[in-house]
């Protein structure tokens, strides 16, 4: 019987044991999450500005791209106007009236049942997330911010913003 008494004692002590040693290992693990949040949190503060560059530098790319896709539209609507392969209005100096109609294409030559494209859609700009964009005309003064309607002669962002280089996104 006493040996029967001394396991089950040894058995309780044993458990007593084991449940102070997960107690102790439980408190060092809140310390060690505590910790691995405290550098999480550390690493993320020191990111963000990283991913705000990031995007931005994106958004910069996509407004070069467009523009450059558009006014590319436009000088070949004006070399195929020059060459008078499409009609033009009197007026417009062989540029395109609006966006729109790059988009739905002109007729190719007199007889020709033929349209041609110059683009798929009017871009939208990335940084005002619309498709309005500043256009400029042949008549227009350089330095003009409203369009006078006649023809497209260039394209610039409607965005005040300031692009990372120091230059206004509206002058791009």
């Known amino acids: 019987m006493n040996q029967t008494r001394t396991i089950l004692d040894g058995g309780r002590s044993l458990r007593r044991r084991r449940a102070a040693r997960v107690a102790a290992a439980a408190g060092m693990t809140l310390i060690e999450l505590i910790l691995a949040c405290s550098i999480l949190l550390i690493l993320t503060s020191a990111a963000m500005p990283i991913m705000r560059y990031t995007i931005v530098h994106k958004r910069e790319q ?4 467009d523009l450059r896709q558009m006014r590319d539209a436009i000088d070949r609507y004006k070399d195929l106007a020059d060459r008078n392969l499409i009609r033009i209005e009197v007026g417009s100096e062989g540029y395109p009236p609006d966006l729109e109609t790059l988009v739905k294409g002109v007729q190719l030559g007199a007889g ?11 871009p939208k700009d990335p940084m005002t997330g619309q498709t309005d964009w500043n256009l400029l005309a042949v008549q227009d003064d350089p330095d003009s911010t409203s369009w006078g309607g006649k023809n497209v002669f260039d394209v610039h962002s409607k965005s ?3 692009a990372t280089d120091g230059t206004k996104y509206s002058e791009w």
């Open 62 to 65: 996509e407004l070069r791209y």
């Open 112 to 122: 020709n049942d033929r349209k041609i494209r110059f683009l798929r859609k009017v």
């Open 160 to 162: 005040q913003g300031t």
